[in-house]
Protein backbone atom coordinates (compact mmCIF):
# COMPACT_ATOMS: atom_id res chain seq x y z
CA UNK A 1 0.00 0.00 0.00
CA UNK A 2 1.50 4.13 -1.15
CA UNK A 3 2.42 5.20 2.48
CA UNK A 4 0.27 8.56 3.33
CA UNK A 5 1.40 11.84 3.19
CA UNK A 6 3.66 12.52 6.75
CA UNK A 7 1.38 15.43 7.29
CA UNK A 8 -1.91 13.21 6.59
CA UNK A 9 -0.13 10.58 9.64
CA UNK A 10 -0.64 13.29 12.37
CA UNK A 11 -3.51 14.99 11.01
CA UNK A 12 -5.62 12.86 8.76
CA UNK A 13 -8.02 14.71 6.35
CA UNK A 14 -11.03 15.09 8.39
CA UNK A 15 -9.54 16.20 11.40
CA UNK A 16 -6.84 19.00 10.06
CA UNK A 17 -6.27 21.90 12.40
CA UNK A 18 -8.15 24.81 10.27
CA UNK A 19 -9.12 28.16 11.81
CA UNK A 20 -12.39 28.60 13.19
CA UNK A 21 -15.41 30.20 11.02
CA UNK A 22 -15.84 32.63 13.98
CA UNK A 23 -12.08 33.44 14.41
CA UNK A 24 -11.74 34.43 10.90
CA UNK A 25 -14.93 36.77 10.46
CA UNK A 26 -13.62 38.61 13.30
CA UNK A 27 -10.32 38.77 11.84
CA UNK A 28 -11.86 40.43 8.76
CA UNK A 29 -13.59 42.59 10.34
CA UNK A 30 -11.02 43.74 11.98
CA UNK A 31 -9.23 44.05 8.78
CA UNK A 32 -12.51 45.79 7.97
CA UNK A 33 -12.72 48.38 10.96
CA UNK A 34 -8.82 49.35 9.55
CA UNK A 35 -9.58 50.28 6.18
CA UNK A 36 -13.09 51.83 7.14
CA UNK A 37 -11.19 54.31 9.34
CA UNK A 38 -8.30 54.91 6.72
CA UNK A 39 -10.91 56.44 4.12
CA UNK A 40 -10.47 59.16 6.90
CA UNK A 41 -7.07 59.98 7.00
CA UNK A 42 -6.90 63.73 6.56
CA UNK A 43 -9.10 63.33 9.99
CA UNK A 44 -6.72 61.52 11.40
CA UNK A 45 -3.58 63.52 10.44
CA UNK A 46 -5.72 66.32 11.87
CA UNK A 47 -5.85 64.90 14.97
CA UNK A 48 -2.39 63.96 15.31
CA UNK A 49 -1.07 67.18 14.87
CA UNK A 50 -3.20 68.52 17.36
CA UNK A 51 -2.00 65.73 19.45
CA UNK A 52 1.83 66.60 18.95
CA UNK A 53 1.00 70.69 19.62
CA UNK A 54 -0.99 69.65 22.87
CA UNK A 55 1.98 67.59 23.70
CA UNK A 56 4.67 70.14 23.41
CA UNK A 57 2.84 72.21 25.53
CA UNK A 58 2.19 69.83 28.12
CA UNK A 59 6.01 68.97 28.50
CA UNK A 60 7.28 72.55 29.11
CA UNK A 61 4.94 72.58 31.48
CA UNK A 62 5.71 69.27 33.08
CA UNK A 63 9.38 70.06 32.87
CA UNK A 64 9.05 73.64 35.04
CA UNK A 65 7.24 71.07 37.38
CA UNK A 66 9.79 68.30 37.43
CA UNK A 67 12.87 71.29 37.48
CA UNK A 68 11.36 72.51 40.29
CA UNK A 69 10.83 68.87 42.37
CA UNK A 70 13.53 66.53 40.76
CA UNK A 71 12.14 62.79 41.52
CA UNK A 72 8.26 63.82 41.64
CA UNK A 73 6.24 60.71 41.63
CA UNK A 74 9.54 58.48 40.85
CA UNK A 75 9.97 60.35 37.60
CA UNK A 76 13.02 62.13 36.22
CA UNK A 77 12.39 64.64 33.89
CA UNK A 78 12.67 62.72 30.77
CA UNK A 79 10.40 60.43 32.17
CA UNK A 80 8.21 63.26 32.93
CA UNK A 81 8.45 63.71 28.93
CA UNK A 82 8.00 60.55 27.71
CA UNK A 83 5.02 60.10 29.89
CA UNK A 84 3.71 63.32 28.06
CA UNK A 85 3.80 61.82 24.70
CA UNK A 86 2.91 58.57 25.49
CA UNK A 87 -0.51 59.63 26.46
CA UNK A 88 -0.77 62.19 24.03
CA UNK A 89 0.05 58.99 21.65
CA UNK A 90 -2.38 56.86 23.47
CA UNK A 91 -5.47 59.34 23.19
CA UNK A 92 -6.48 58.12 19.95
CA UNK A 93 -6.36 54.36 19.88
CA UNK A 94 -7.78 54.35 23.35
CA UNK A 95 -10.54 56.82 22.16
CA UNK A 96 -9.89 58.51 25.25
CA UNK A 97 -12.16 61.12 24.26
CA UNK A 98 -14.88 58.67 24.03
CA UNK A 99 -16.78 57.59 21.29
CA UNK A 100 -15.27 55.06 18.85
CA UNK A 101 -18.19 52.78 19.10
CA UNK A 102 -21.30 53.48 16.75
CA UNK A 103 -24.32 51.37 18.94
CA UNK A 104 -26.37 54.35 20.03
CA UNK A 105 -26.34 55.76 16.27
CA UNK A 106 -27.32 52.27 15.47
CA UNK A 107 -29.95 52.16 18.27
CA UNK A 108 -31.60 55.89 17.45
CA UNK A 109 -32.09 55.03 13.86
CA UNK A 110 -33.09 51.40 14.06
CA UNK A 111 -30.66 49.73 12.74
CA UNK A 112 -29.19 47.77 15.81
CA UNK A 113 -32.15 45.40 14.32
CA UNK A 114 -29.81 44.16 11.88
CA UNK A 115 -26.75 43.45 14.34
CA UNK A 116 -28.87 41.68 16.64
CA UNK A 117 -29.90 39.25 13.62
CA UNK A 118 -26.27 38.53 12.68
CA UNK A 119 -25.01 35.33 13.21
CA UNK A 120 -22.16 36.94 15.53
CA UNK A 121 -22.01 38.28 18.87
CA UNK A 122 -22.65 41.90 18.98
CA UNK A 123 -20.19 42.78 21.52
CA UNK A 124 -17.24 40.54 19.69
CA UNK A 125 -18.79 42.44 16.68
CA UNK A 126 -17.67 45.21 17.99
CA UNK A 127 -15.06 44.95 19.39
CA UNK A 128 -13.12 43.30 16.03
CA UNK A 129 -13.65 46.57 14.69
CA UNK A 130 -12.43 48.51 17.31
CA UNK A 131 -9.28 46.84 17.07
CA UNK A 132 -9.03 47.94 13.24
CA UNK A 133 -9.86 51.55 14.37
CA UNK A 134 -6.81 51.02 16.92
CA UNK A 135 -5.06 49.75 14.64
CA UNK A 136 -5.33 52.32 12.15
CA UNK A 137 -5.01 55.24 14.73
CA UNK A 138 -2.05 53.71 15.74
CA UNK A 139 -0.12 54.55 12.68
CA UNK A 140 -1.57 58.12 11.85
CA UNK A 141 -2.05 59.53 15.71
CA UNK A 142 -0.17 57.56 17.62
CA UNK A 143 3.55 57.33 15.98
CA UNK A 144 3.43 60.80 14.70
CA UNK A 145 3.32 62.81 18.17
CA UNK A 146 5.83 60.78 19.63
CA UNK A 147 8.54 61.17 16.78
CA UNK A 148 7.90 64.78 17.46
CA UNK A 149 8.36 64.37 21.25
CA UNK A 150 11.66 62.34 20.91
CA UNK A 151 13.08 65.10 18.00
CA UNK A 152 12.41 67.75 20.36
CA UNK A 153 12.76 66.80 23.84
CA UNK A 154 14.23 63.49 23.68
CA UNK A 155 12.47 60.42 25.28
CA UNK A 156 13.34 57.07 27.34
CA UNK A 157 13.33 54.27 25.26
CA UNK A 158 13.20 50.41 26.77
CA UNK A 159 16.73 48.77 26.45
CA UNK A 160 15.38 44.91 26.19
CA UNK A 161 13.00 43.50 23.95
CA UNK A 162 11.13 42.05 26.72
CA UNK A 163 10.00 45.60 27.86
CA UNK A 164 8.91 45.95 24.12
CA UNK A 165 7.02 42.92 24.31
CA UNK A 166 5.61 43.74 27.54
CA UNK A 167 4.60 47.18 25.86
CA UNK A 168 3.03 45.62 23.24
CA UNK A 169 0.71 43.40 25.39
CA UNK A 170 -0.32 46.49 28.06
CA UNK A 171 -0.96 48.71 24.88
CA UNK A 172 -3.65 46.18 23.69
CA UNK A 173 -4.92 44.99 26.59
CA UNK A 174 -5.41 49.02 27.20
CA UNK A 175 -7.61 48.94 24.00
CA UNK A 176 -9.49 46.37 24.88
CA UNK A 177 -10.03 47.73 28.35
CA UNK A 178 -11.20 51.41 27.00
CA UNK A 179 -13.81 49.31 24.36
CA UNK A 180 -14.95 47.47 26.98
CA UNK A 181 -15.72 50.36 28.45
CA UNK A 182 -17.06 52.57 25.93
CA UNK A 183 -19.00 49.60 25.10
CA UNK A 184 -20.72 49.80 28.64
CA UNK A 185 -21.51 53.40 27.75
CA UNK A 186 -23.07 52.68 24.51
CA UNK A 187 -25.00 49.91 25.50
CA UNK A 188 -26.82 52.77 27.61
CA UNK A 189 -28.63 54.18 24.96
CA UNK A 190 -30.82 51.33 25.03
CA UNK A 191 -32.32 52.82 27.81
CA UNK A 192 -31.13 56.38 27.54
CA UNK A 193 -32.58 57.88 24.57
CA UNK A 194 -29.96 60.98 24.64
CA UNK A 195 -26.72 59.35 25.65
CA UNK A 196 -24.57 62.52 25.66
CA UNK A 197 -24.93 63.08 29.38
CA UNK A 198 -23.35 59.62 29.82
CA UNK A 199 -20.45 59.94 26.90
CA UNK A 200 -19.45 63.61 28.43
CA UNK A 201 -19.67 62.04 31.89
CA UNK A 202 -17.92 59.25 30.36
CA UNK A 203 -14.67 61.52 28.80
CA UNK A 204 -14.36 63.43 31.58
CA UNK A 205 -13.58 60.34 34.10
CA UNK A 206 -11.64 58.45 31.07
CA UNK A 207 -9.26 61.61 31.03
CA UNK A 208 -8.63 61.99 34.70
CA UNK A 209 -8.27 58.35 35.91
CA UNK A 210 -6.60 57.49 33.10
CA UNK A 211 -3.09 59.22 33.99
CA UNK A 212 -3.92 61.41 30.78
CA UNK A 213 -4.19 65.12 32.71
CA UNK A 214 -1.46 64.35 35.53
CA UNK A 215 0.46 61.05 36.01
CA UNK A 216 -1.41 58.99 38.85
CA UNK A 217 1.32 58.62 40.78
CA UNK A 218 0.95 61.95 41.62
CA UNK A 219 -2.72 61.62 43.50
CA UNK A 220 -1.91 61.71 47.48
CA UNK A 221 -3.33 58.87 49.99
CA UNK A 222 -6.64 57.01 49.72
CA UNK A 223 -7.47 59.06 46.62
CA UNK A 224 -3.88 57.84 44.94
CA UNK A 225 -4.82 54.14 45.02
CA UNK A 226 -8.13 54.14 44.31
CA UNK A 227 -7.32 55.94 40.94
CA UNK A 228 -4.70 53.50 40.18
CA UNK A 229 -7.19 50.93 41.03
CA UNK A 230 -10.07 51.98 38.50
CA UNK A 231 -10.12 50.79 35.12
CA UNK A 232 -9.18 53.79 33.80
CA UNK A 233 -5.66 53.60 34.42
CA UNK A 234 -5.05 50.27 32.56
CA UNK A 235 -5.54 53.10 29.35
CA UNK A 236 -2.94 55.33 29.97
CA UNK A 237 -1.00 54.81 33.24
CA UNK A 238 -0.39 50.94 33.61
CA UNK A 239 1.40 50.91 29.75
CA UNK A 240 3.11 53.98 30.43
CA UNK A 241 4.83 52.47 33.38
CA UNK A 242 5.31 49.38 31.84
CA UNK A 243 7.17 51.09 28.79
CA UNK A 244 8.92 53.65 31.54
CA UNK A 245 10.15 50.00 33.48
CA UNK A 246 8.24 51.57 36.72
CA UNK A 247 6.18 48.62 37.00
CA UNK A 248 6.31 44.79 37.07
CA UNK A 249 5.05 44.20 34.23
CA UNK A 250 3.29 40.80 34.82
CA UNK A 251 1.39 42.38 37.74
CA UNK A 252 0.18 45.18 35.11
CA UNK A 253 -0.73 42.71 32.19
CA UNK A 254 -2.61 40.78 35.02
CA UNK A 255 -3.95 43.97 36.01
CA UNK A 256 -5.43 45.11 32.67
CA UNK A 257 -6.50 41.22 31.77
CA UNK A 258 -8.55 41.41 35.11
CA UNK A 259 -10.05 45.01 34.12
CA UNK A 260 -10.97 43.47 30.51
CA UNK A 261 -12.18 40.67 31.65
CA UNK A 262 -14.53 42.17 34.13
CA UNK A 263 -15.85 44.79 31.30
CA UNK A 264 -16.19 42.17 28.58
CA UNK A 265 -17.94 40.16 31.49
CA UNK A 266 -20.65 42.71 32.61
CA UNK A 267 -20.99 44.30 28.30
CA UNK A 268 -22.00 40.58 27.45
CA UNK A 269 -24.41 40.63 30.81
CA UNK A 270 -25.90 44.49 29.21
CA UNK A 271 -26.41 43.01 25.86
CA UNK A 272 -28.76 40.17 27.03
CA UNK A 273 -30.41 42.39 28.61
CA UNK A 274 -30.78 44.97 26.22
CA UNK A 275 -31.85 42.34 23.23
CA UNK A 276 -34.61 41.77 25.98
CA UNK A 277 -35.40 45.44 26.21
CA UNK A 278 -35.67 45.78 22.15
CA UNK A 279 -38.19 42.68 22.31
CA UNK A 280 -40.25 44.25 24.82
CA UNK A 281 -40.40 47.56 23.37
CA UNK A 282 -41.48 45.80 19.29
CA UNK A 283 -38.03 46.53 18.02
Not at 103 to 119: F, H, I, K, Q
Not at 136 to 146: A, C, D, E, G, H
Not at 185 to 194: E, G, K, Q, R
Request: aromatic fraction near 12%; charged fraction near 15%.
Amino acid sequence: MPSRHPEEAVFPPRTRLRPHPRLSLYARLAGYGFRRHSAYRAAALAGAFTNTVFGILRAHVLIALWEARPGLAGYDVADAVTFCFLGQAFIGPMQLLGGGVQLAERVRSGDVAVDLLRPASLQAWNLADDLGRAGYLFLLRSVPPTLAGAALFGIVTPAHLATWAFFTASFVLGVVVSFGWRYLVALSSFWIVDDRGTQALSMVMAMFFSGMVLPLNLFPGWFGTLAQSLPWAAMVQVPADVYLGKRDALEALGFQALWAAALLALGALATRAARRKVVVQGG
